[in-house]
C-alpha cells in the first residue's frame, strides 16, 4: 500500500525557513518522480515544484523559484521541500504527490499547514 | 505565463451526464500536456480520477472518462451520484518544464 506522510508544517516569520518532509513507503521511492503542491485556504491547487527521475532535474514555479527547494534522500525514502525566504503568500497546506514529469501522478498524501504570519 | 480555465461551476442531475472543459491560454491541448484531472471534496487531500488525458487509476469509477475534444480536455461524467459533488481540478504540462492547474470546477449534484 502506497503511503505518503508528510510533516514539518509550523507557523514561520514572514522571511523564515522551514523544511516539510513527506515519508514514502509502498513502492520504489528511488525510482518515481514526485512533487509538491500547495492549497491556500479557500482557493486552488497550484503545482510547487518535481523532482524528475526522468532528467535528475528539480522544476519549480516561478512563484517559488530561488526560494524553494526539492530534495530527496533515497536512503530514507523521503521527500523534503527547503523553504526560505518565506512570504505571507506562501500560506498553504502542501501536499506530497507521487509523480511527475516521466512518472505519472497517482497517490497525495494528507498535506501539512504552513502559515507565514508576524 | 500559460493560463489553464475551467468552468467555475457546473450543476448536473442526479443520474445525468455532465461536461467538463479544460482549455489552455497557448491554444490546443493535445496529448503533449498530459492532461491531469483531480476530484476534491471538502476537508479532505485531492485524488487523481484521470491520467495522460485519458487513461484511468484502478480507483476511478467507470462512469467518469476522459478526452480531447474541441482543443480542450475533457472529463465526463455519465451517470452522476451524489458522491460526485466535489471540486475538480486539470493539470497540464509544459515544455518549459513547469504545469499549470486550472482554477477548478465545483460540480454540484442535484
Known amino acids: 500500500e502506497v503511503q505518503l506522510v508528510e510533516s514539518g508544517g509550523a507557523l514561520v516569520q514572514p522571511g523564515g525557513s522551514l523544511r516539510l518532509s513527506c515519508a514514502a513507503s509502498g513502492f520504489i521511492f528511488s525510482g518515481s518522480g514526485m512533487s509538491w503542491v500547495r492549497q491556500a485556504s479557500g482557493k486552488g491547487l497550484q503545482w510547487v515544484s518535481t523532482?524528475?527521475?526522468?532528467?535528475?532535474?528539480?522544476l519549480y514555479a516561478d512563484s517559488v523559484k530561488g526560494r524553494f527547494t526539492i530534495s530527496r534522500d533515497t536512503s530514507r525514502n523521503t521527500l523534503y521541500l527547503q523553504m526560505d525566504s518565506l512570504r505571507v503568500d506562501d500560506t498553504a497546506i502542501y501536499y506530497c504527490?507521487?509523480?511527475?514529469?516521466?512518472?505519472?501522478?497517482?497517490?497525495w498524501g494528507q498535506g501539512a499547514l504552513v502559515s507565514v504570519s508576524s | 505565463q500559460a493560463v489553464v480555465t475551467q468552468e467555475p461551476s457546473l450543476t448536473v442531475s442526479l443520474g445525468g451526464t455532465v461536461t467538463l472543459t479544460c482549455g489552455s491560454s497557448?491554444?490546443?491541448?493535445?496529448?503533449?500536456?498530459?492532461p491531469y484531472w483531480f476530484q476534491q471534496k471538502p476537508g479532505q487531500a485531492p485524488t487523481t480520477l484521470i491520467y495522460n488525458a485519458s487513461n484511468k487509476h484502478p480507483w476511478t469509477p467507470a462512469r467518469f472518462s476522459g478526452s480531447l475534444l474541441g482543443g480542450k480536455s475533457v472529463l465526463t461524467l455519465s451517470g452522476a451520484q451524489p458522491d460526485d459533488e466535489a471540486e475538480y481540478y486539470c493539470l497540464l504540462f509544459y515544455n518549459s518544464g513547469f504545469a499549470i492547474f486550472g482554477g477548478g470546477t465545483k460540480l454540484t449534484v442535484l
Open positions: 504527490l507521487k509523480g511527475g514529469w516521466g512518472t505519472i501522478f497517482d497517490y
Open positions: 523532482y524528475s527521475v526522468r532528467d535528475a532535474k528539480a
Open positions: 497557448t491554444g490546443t491541448v493535445t496529448n503533449d500536456h498530459y
